[in-house]
């Protein structure tokens, strides 16, 4: 059964960091790709980082490049996000999501792209 736990969430005022975790128990880590989206309340998801698992290569928005950094610890299973320099519009319930390691990822941003999912970990940003 895949298991993606996030951790990390938190309130911060404007201008702070927070450092988001994503434990992946599944027997394998066999994913291409880790990414986490976010979605605020009455907002679609939207992507947020996409690191390849083999390569690290790096995906991210344009609304947070320069200030969140994805990265991963194979030896641990973990995928990070650091957040740096929060504005409260980066206020939404983060989500850790793995892609299936059978298909081309042809958009990292895209939801419909990740098949396992984790519960979520809220991040509020106040000004």
């Known amino acids: 059964q895949v298991q993606l736990v996030e951790s990390g969430g938190g309130s911060v005022q404007a201008g702070g960091s927070l450092r988001l975790s994503c434990a992946d128990s599944?027997?394998?880590?066999?994913?291409?790709?880790m990414a986490w989206f976010r979605q605020a309340p009455g907002k679609e998801r939207e992507g947020v980082a996409t690191?390849?698992?083999?390569?690290?290569?790096?995906y991210y928005a344009d609304s947070v490049k320069g200030r969140f950094t994805i990265s991963q610890d194979n030896a641990k299973n973990t995928v990070y996000l650091q957040m740096n320099i929060l504005k409260p519009e980066d206020t939404a319930m983060y989500y850790c999501a793995a892609h299936s390691p059978f298909r081309v990822l042809r958009s990292w941003y895209d939801p419909g792209e990740y098949v396992y999912w984790g519960q979520g970990t809220q991040v509020t940003v106040s000004s």
């Open positions: 599944r027997y394998t880590y066999s994913s291409n790709y």
């Open positions: 690191i390849s698992t083999g390569g690290g290569r790096t």
